[in-house]
Each structure stands twice: as C-alpha cells, then as structure tokens.
C-alpha cells in the first residue's frame, strides 16, 4: 500500500506541466537583499541614460561647450612690435639710432563667423552622436534584460525538471523495491537526475553571466540585478520610421555638415593679412621720424588650396558615409521586420503545434511507466525531448522581443517609448 501511494504521488508531480512558471522576486541560488528588479522598460531606460557609451559620449560636451565659447574672437590676431637698435657712425662719432614700430593684422576673411559656424557644428554633431549612443546602449539594456529573462526561464524550467527527474528517482527505486522494475532502471533515474542537476549548474552559469551584461549595459557595475516580469510577445504596432530620423543616420548628417564647414575654416586659416600701424624712428644725427605703416599681401598664390583639398575629401567621405548608413539603416529595418514576423510565426508554431504533443506523450509515458507498461528509457527519451522543445519555445519568444525591439531601434523609435 506504502509503494503505492508512492507511486500514486510521484505520477502527480510528473504529470505537472513543466512549463508552469510563477512570479518571483529572486533566485534562492542569486537571494540578495540589494537585487536591483527591473522591468524592460526601466532597463531601456537607465542604459539610454547610464550606458557605458553613453557616458563617454557625454564626456566630450564640456569641452564642446567651451569650443563654442572660445569661438568668434574679438581679435583673430595678435598684434607686434617690431624694435631696431644700433649705432650710426657719422664724421667719426657714434650715436645710437632706434626704430621701433607697432602694427595690427588683419585676416582677410571671416575667421570669427567660420570659427562659429564650426563650433555650432561640432556642437551639434556631439548632441547627434550622444543621441545614437543613447540609443545603442538601450538596445543593449534590452538584449541584456531579455537575456537575463531568457537564462531565468531556462534555469526555471531546469529546476523543475530537476524536480521531476528526483521524482522519478523515487518511482523506480519504489518499483524495483516491490519487484515491478529491474536495478537497471533505478541506475537510469539517477543518471537522468545527475544530468538533470548538472544542466541546472550550466543554467546557473548562463544566469550570473546575463546578469553581469545588463548591470555594466545600465551602468550600474558589481550590483545585483535581476527582471521583473517574464518573456512576452509583444503586441503588433505599427512602426513610423519613415517619418522619423535614424539618430545613427542624424549623427552621420551631422558629421557630414561638420566636415562641410571645415573646409571653409581650412581656407581662413592660411588667409592672407592685411597689417597697418605706426612707426617711430630716431636716427643717429637726432633726427625723429612718426610714419604709418600698412602691409599688403599679393594674391599670387592660393597657399590654402592643399588644405582646403584635404578638407574637402573628408567632407565628401563624411557625406558617404551618412548616405551609406541611410542606406544601411533602411536594409536593416526591412530585415529587422521580417526578422519580427518570422521569429512570431516560429515561436507560434512551436508553442501551438511542437510542444503540446510531447507533453502529452510524457504524460503518457509516466503513466505507462507507472503501471509497469514500459521501461524507464522510454520516459528518459521523452523528458530529453521535452525539455530540449520547452527550451526552444521560450529561446523563440526571447527571438521575437528581441526582433521587436531591433525593429524599434531602427525605426527610431527606442527611446521616444521607453520600451519595445
């Protein structure tokens, strides 16, 4: 009566969906009283604002700021004083002569206004590529969350397998006990439950290193992190990107312009001077001249050509290469749809049509075990098999949030919703 109780008990705990999964708020193996819970939206969230990427793109702002500051002088050049001294020898006698003269140049071109436009460029340019930092590093966030969800399932669903296969330890050792069941099987349960226990060690692994990805991706390295919430298929919604501009496709313009105006500040840089200013002269035989003075270049030459051409050739790359990633951009987001709808369709097709025929199959095959029907090798095929399709089923729905939120990234449209 005792062995079949037993085995009436261990039928039950087999026969439970090994899908079930309830809500938590952390592993037993990962218990920390500071856990850090989020949700994918807050983990978007903190990588668009503390991502690595992020916060080194930032570091570059204050020194825009004080280009932007040190842009359109009063006085693009310095002044000079030009001094002579020596003696005149006259008749036999010696007198001291000095000529000392001050003069002011003159830049023959807009150095102030070009200095400024380069300046609002670069500015520009520095907000454009924080703007597609923020973006990568919410994506990562979010590849590291679904990750980290993904190895939380699996070490989940490990965990109840585990379960199921000490279950199933108990069953044979209670059939061979009473006679129903050779040696042999009991050997195969506890091999199947040493296998069972060593993939939840292999979860385990794949847990702390999801775990380790998302702390760095929000910026908050060494603390504990874990989700709130589980895989979910994310409802359809139309995707605007059309109309809305590509942060990585906003910078690539932006460093485009900034090399467009470049040029213009090559030019000045070897722009000619005009100088004018005054000229004291004392001559040896006491003799005091005041003239003013005025230096004017010749244009014979256009010494700035060889760096204006340099410039110009990074220009033309720099517009390139933002029409190279517009190109990209618009590729991978038709990609990045299909990715989405063939990743759902997968995910459906697993879930609706692969896996509900093997939970059956287990259920029967516990059963058959149980009144001594079948050996304890068809059981382990089946578990091997379920086990391997529950792990692709939730493997395709982390697939499906990540092409979802791919799609987004590329639509532009990450970080105006705060979640995928």
Avoid at 48 to 67: F, Y
Wanted: hydrophobic fraction near 45%; glycine fraction near 4%; include cysteine.
């Amino acid at each position: 009566m005792a062995v079949r109780h037993l085995v009436s008990w261990c039928l039950l705990l087999l026969a439970q969906p090994a899908f079930a999964h309830e809500d938590h708020e952390s592993h037993p193996i990962h218990a920390h009283a500071d856990t850090l819970l989020l949700d994918l939206a807050q983990a978007i969230a903190l990588g668009a604002n503390n991502g690595p990427e992020v916060i080194k793109s930032k570091a570059t702002h204050a020194a825009g700021r004080d280009l932007e500051a040190a842009a359109s002088p009063f006085m693009t050049q310095l002044p000079y004083i030009q001094t002579q001294l020596g003696p005149r020898l006259s008749r036999g006698a010696l007198s001291p002569e000095v000529i000392v003269g001050v003069n002011q140049p003159f830049t023959l071109g807009d150095t102030a206004g070009v200095q400024k436009r380069v300046a609002r460029a670069t500015s520009q340019t520095l907000t454009a590529t924080t703007r597609s930092a923020e973006l990568s590093a919410a994506r990562r966030a979010a590849d590291a969350w679904i990750t980290l969800a993904l190895a939380d399932r699996t070490l989940k669903l490990r965990r109840e397998f585990a379960e199921q296969a000490k279950a199933l330890v108990a069953l044979a050792r209670a059939r061979v006990t009473a006679g129903e069941a050779e040696p042999v099987e009991l050997a195969l349960a506890e091999s199947e439950l040493a296998d069972a226990h060593s993939l939840v060690i292999d979860a385990e692994g794949l847990h702390y290193t999801a775990e380790l990805e998302l702390s760095y991706a929000i910026g908050a390295p060494r603390t504990h992190v874990d989700v709130r919430g589980e895989l979910t298929q994310p409802p359809p919604a139309p995707i605007a990107g059309a109309a809305t501009l590509h942060p990585d496709v906003e910078a690539a313009e932006r460093r485009a312009a900034l090399a467009l105006n470049q040029v213009a500040y090559a030019k000045v840089q070897q722009a000619p001077t005009l100088a004018v200013g005054i000229q004291y002269q004392r001559e040896g035989t006491g003799d005091q001249i005041l003239t003013a003075v005025a230096t004017i270049p010749l244009p014979v030459a256009s010494p700035w050509e060889f760096q204006m051409a340099q410039q110009r050739l990074a220009a033309v790359d720099a517009r390139a290469e933002a029409n190279l990633v517009r190109t990209m951009t618009d590729k991978q987001r038709q990609g990045a749809a299909h990715e989405l709808d063939h990743t759902r369709a997968q995910y459906e097709y697993l879930l609706t049509t692969a896996l509900p025929p093997l939970r059956e199959a287990h259920r029967l095959a516990v059963l058959r075990y149980t009144h001594g029907e079948t050996d304890i090798s068809a059981v382990s095929l089946i578990r091997q098999r379920l086990l391997r399709t529950e792990e692709r089923v939730t493997e395709a729905l982390a697939r499906v949030q990540m092409a979802d939120v791919e799609l987004r990234a590329l639509a532009g449209e990450l970080l105006k919703t705060g979640r995928p």
